[in-house]
Nanobody, 123 residues
Framework: VQLQASGGGLVQAGGSLRLSCADS????????VGWFRQAPGKEREFVAA????????AYADSVKDRFTISRDNMKNTVYLQMNSLKPADTAVYYC?????????????????WGQGTQVTVSS
């Protein structure tokens, strides 16, 4: 599994971005996939995760009702639609493939990590 995150950038508060996580190696269609983020000086934190078949998802309270995770296994890609962005959402966003088919919220449950994409939200 070789993950590539993209779609980050600079956006004003209230704006939207869509992040993509593509698997250029072995397909991750049998794995849960999560998004995490890390702001300077802070620990990596859970954002959202989706089950292997896309039927279940979980979100951090801080992004619930603003972010939506989805996946297209035919394209080996997972998306994170981010709406109503806030300056507090500024961070490097990482996607990761779980060790199994689940969609947990802890870093240790994920085995493969992408390189991260920067999201900056200006006030």
């Amino acid at each position: 599994v070789q993950l590539q995150a993209s779609g980050g950038g600079l956006v004003q508060a209230g704006g939207s971005l869509r992040l993509s996580c593509a698997d250029s190696g072995r397909t991750f269609s049998n794995n849960g996939v999560g998004w995490f983020r890390q702001a300077p000086g802070k620990e990596r934190e859970f954002v959202a995760a989706i089950s292997w078949n896309g039927r279940q998802a979980a979100y951090a309270d801080s992004v619930k009702d603003r972010f939506t995770i989805s996946r297209d296994n035919m394209k080996n890609t997972v998306y994170l639609q981010m709406n109503s962005l806030k300056p507090a959402d500024t961070a490097v966003y990482y996607c990761a493939a779980a060790r199994g088919s689940g969609y947990g919220s802890t870093v240790s449950e994920y085995r493969y990590w992408g390189q991260g994409t920067q999201v900056t939200v200006s006030s």
